[in-house]
Nanobody
Framework: QVQLVESGGDSVQAGGSLRLSCAVSGVIFRDYCMGWFRQAPGKEREGVAVGRVATTMYAESVKGRFTISKDNAKNTLYLQMNSLEPEDTAMYYC??????????????????WGQGTQVTVSS
């Protein structure tokens, strides 16, 4: 059974930092393309940062501020978020896919999702 569990969301001031974690079980972790997505109220879920091995891709809005990484020994995906802005406020989800089109920010390409963790940035 595939399981993804996010954690690390919180309420922070603009300019602050957070690190999100996504613990993955039920799959061979290193074989999958993995990514972070977010969804703000009333908006579509959008890709933020995705990758597999050394290849990564970021949304323009987070380039230079967010970094995706993973620890294969711990089966955990991370998202380091620096210089947070109020516009980053959203529910953040991790997703995984076996697609050959990795990295991809297309939500439809992802097969499994976590339940989400809330990030709120105040000005």
């Amino acid at each position: 059974q595939v399981q993804l569990v996010e954690s690390g969301g919180d309420s922070v001031q603009a300019g602050g930092s957070l690190r999100l974690s996504c613990a993955v079980s039920g799959v061979i972790f290193r074989d999958y393309c993995m990514g972070w997505f977010r969804q703000a109220p009333g908006k579509e879920r959008e890709g933020v940062a995705v990758g597999r091995v050394a290849t990564t891709m970021y949304a323009e809005s987070v380039k230079g501020r967010f970094t995706i990484s993973k620890d294969n020994a711990k089966n955990t995906l991370y998202l380091q978020m620096n210089s947070l802005e109020p516009e980053d406020t959203a529910m953040y989800y991790c997703g995984i896919t076996h697609t050959a089109n990795c990295p991809t920010l297309l939500r439809s390409q992802y097969d499994y999702w976590g339940q989400g963790t809330q990030v709120t940035v105040s000005s």
